[in-house]
């Protein structure tokens, strides 16, 4: 566009036009103009440096301007950026499969590319009614899920987030009616109580007759409260499922490629669902690209029905840009010492950030992985806090109650300290 406007001049446009992530257009928040962004940090328009901690919300694992992504976007646009994925195939869609199928639980050998988290769990949703519809059961096309949860902001997605902290206020009567047991409450290493198990449990007693599948963030409760839980309640979940002929749905969106210490959360169990989703760090942050995962029960069970169709198939299934990036983050991921980084990331988040225990207005700290919270009593002003945050010179975006980091993997430890004595001040100075 001719006559480039001036920085100021952008975000002024910006704050007239522009719809952010939750917000209103009517005097809404201040957003920060973005220049470049690289390794661990974003820059601004005004040429101040942020360190960058919260990978653009668990995508960029390998920071930003990575150059083995930039260097297979840029090949693959030499070949193709686009082309329709409806009786057509190419090797970037196929070689993120192979990774896929590889890489997840051994069951899980049949791969549904589509654009963005939210699709993703709409095409397990999908998956699930399917099956039980082509098995001849019908009725069963509700789910089953747990309290505290996020799976995504379109309408099959909503109904399955938490039903307070979520939007169903704002859409009762809208969304479906699905079936909620209390959040899980065992901390992820701390003793396991059995009587964690009764809510699902009397749930599929009484209703198993009618749900399609329980759906669950493993081990990690992401945007419904950033909670940390139990790998037991996974292994006692699937048991259920079992029981209960009921499928499993991971939500993988947000802890998939190694954000939680293992690859994938599941890994911190012995089982395996029948269904899982992924998103979010699968192109590095790159792209939107997600992939839903099934085993070959449910494939070919849905196959079963007449013509057997999966119904979806998104315009820019299988992007072959995005497939790129992805294949590239993957083997970048790999080839690197993700788990020693993570480790180290998961120790240093806790020198960092346990201190602020000691505060009246914290009410917990927790750290797993390369995730560290501080959970308040009070939700914070975030307009204030983002401000404070900014002027230290680091990229953190609370939300609610929670301020927390998701850094990089490649975070260096001075980077590091700098969230974490950030975090640290910033809270003290909250109410
Ligand atoms: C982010 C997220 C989603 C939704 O992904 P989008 O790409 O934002 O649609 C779904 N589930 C979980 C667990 C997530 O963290």
């Avoid at 949703?125 to 309290?147: F, S």
């Avoid at 037991?232 to 969106?253: G, H, K, S």
């Avoid at 911190?268 to 942050?285: F, M, Q, S, V």
């Avoid at 009246?360 to 914070?380: S, W």
């Amino acid at each position: 566009m001719k006559n480039e406007l001036s920085a100021d001049q952008m975000v002024a446009f910006d704050r007239s036009h522009l719809w952010h992530p939750y917000t209103s257009m009517v005097d809404p928040l201040p957003v920060y103009p973005v220049a470049r962004a690289h390794g661990t940090t974003l820059i601004l328009e005004d040429g101040r440096e942020l360190v960058d901690g919260m990978s653009s919300w668990w995508a960029a694992i390998h920071g930003y301007n990575v150059p083995e992504i930039n260097s297979a976007i840029e090949a693959q646009l030499q070949h193709m950026a686009h082309v329709m994925f409806g009786g057509l195939t190419h090797r970037p869609a196929v070689d993120l499969a192979r990774r896929l199928v590889t890489l997840t639980p051994a069951s899980l050998t049949k791969v549904f590319l589509c654009d963005s988290g939210s699709v993703s769990v709409e095409v397990a949703i999908k998956m699930a009614i399917q099956y039980w519809y082509a098995m001849g059961r019908p009725e069963k096309h509700k789910l089953l899920t747990v309290r505290s949860g996020y799976h995504g902001d379109t309408f099959g997605t909503m109904a399955v987030c938490d039903p307070i902290t979520g939007m169903h206020h704002k859409f009762a009567g809208v969304l479906n009616q699905h079936y909620f047991a209390d959040a899980p409450r065992s901390s992820f290493d701390g003793p396991w109580d059995e009587e964690e198990m009764a809510g699902l449990t009397s749930l599929l007693e009484a209703h198993h007759d009618t749900i399609a599948a329980m759906i669950l963030e493993p081990v990690v409760q992401g945007a419904g409260g950033m909670r940390f839980y139990s790998p037991e309640y996974l292994n006692r979940a699937r048991a259920l499922c079992d029981a209960y002929d009921v499928l499993l749905i991971f939500d993988e969106i947000a802890t998939g490629f190694g954000r939680t210490g293992e690859l994938f959360a599941t890994h911190h169990t012995g089982i395996e669902p029948d269904i899982l989703c992924l998103g979010k760090a699968l192109t590095g942050g790159y792209m939107t690209l997600a992939a839903t995962l099934a085993t070959d029960t449910v494939a070919t069970g849905i196959a079963v029905d007449g013509d057997g169709v999966l119904m979806h198939g998104p315009t820019y299934m299988g992007n072959p840009v995005a497939c790129a990036a992805a294949n590239a983050s993957i083997d970048l991921l790999l080839s690197s010492p993700w788990q020693k980084r993570v480790g180290q990331i998961e120790t240093r988040l806790a020198d960092g950030l346990l201190p602020c225990k000691a505060l009246d207005q914290v009410r917990e700290v927790r750290v797993l992985g390369a995730i560290g919270v501080v959970e308040l009593h009070k939700p914070v002003n975030p307009e204030r806090v983002q401000r404070r945050f900014v002027d230290q010179g680091v990229w953190v975006r609370p939300f609610g109650r929670l301020v927390y980091l998701m850094p990089p993997y490649v975070i260096d430890e001075s980077a590091l300290d700098r969230l974490t004595e950030a975090v640290r001040r910033v809270v003290r100075e909250c109410d």
